[in-house]
């Protein structure tokens, strides 16, 4: 009996279905992804040589040319318990998503009592109010009572018992679950001030730092050019 043979063709692969799931990929990140907030205040840090990278959980305070100060926390889970207890020392509160509105407004440079304003605003009217604000209050003098009721104090105190418990209940699940957990992802505080601020301003900040018991910082730089040789 005679074979019978089969025709020759080359082999073929339907690719709609990754067609399919690329775009289904696509429309995912765009509707999770969420934008980073426009920056309220334009701060150009002296240049030095140092290559270290701006830690990715961070207690930001930011000086502007007018000696301005913003403050901004990269961890929301931080922000949130932070915000929440300085409403509180003001008797005041936010919840829900007036709330997750201040906390995803990005550095926020006014007093406490003006919290509840600036998360009723509209993201085109945040502009032109952080114009307006005199920045976070601090007191410049050496008195410690002073220091510690000014609420640049307030944040940072707030701010290094929040990392702690975040971290604590971080690595807590992190055993639950027999995962691997990266103990450096510790929230870190820095300093970002403009080349033309006195450093004598930035002295006052560091004093803040060292009332609140935070005894590591950063300076934030920019990266000096490298000279051709």
Excluded at 17 to 35: G, H, R
Excluded at 37 to 55: F, L, Q, Y
Aim: charged share 25%; glycine share 4%; aromatic share 10%.
């Amino acid at each position: 009996m005679p074979k019978v043979k089969m025709p020759k063709s080359s082999p073929s692969l339907d690719m709609t279905p990754m067609v399919d799931l690329a775009f289904l990929l696509v429309t995912f990140f765009m509707l999770t992804s969420s934008f980073k907030a426009p920056e309220p205040v334009m701060v150009d840090p002296p240049a030095s040589t140092t290559e270290a990278e701006i830690p990715k959980q961070v207690f930001l305070v930011a000086i502007d040319p007018s000696g301005r100060v913003f403050v901004d926390i990269t961890n929301n889970a931080v922000k949130t318990q932070v915000l929440t207890k300085l409403l509180a020392t003001k008797k005041l509160g936010l919840e829900g998503q007036d709330l997750n509105k201040l906390v995803g407004a990005g550095p926020l440079g006014m007093s406490i009592k003006q919290f509840p304003e600036y998360a009723a605003l509209e993201s085109s009217e945040r502009e032109a109010f952080n114009q307006s604000v005199r920045g976070i209050p601090y007191d410049t003098t050496s008195d410690v009572a002073k220091i510690k009721a000014s609420e640049l104090y307030l944040w940072a105190y707030h701010a290094r018992l929040e990392a702690h418990n975040d971290f604590n209940a971080r690595e807590a699940e992190a055993k639950k679950r027999n995962l691997d957990f990266d103990k450096s992802q510790y929230m870190q505080f820095a300093i970002k001030a403009d080349f033309d601020v006195p450093y004598t301003l930035v002295e006052k900040v560091i004093n803040v730092f060292r009332q609140a018991q935070v005894k590591q910082f950063q300076m934030i730089t920019d990266l000096e050019d490298t000279p051709e040789i």
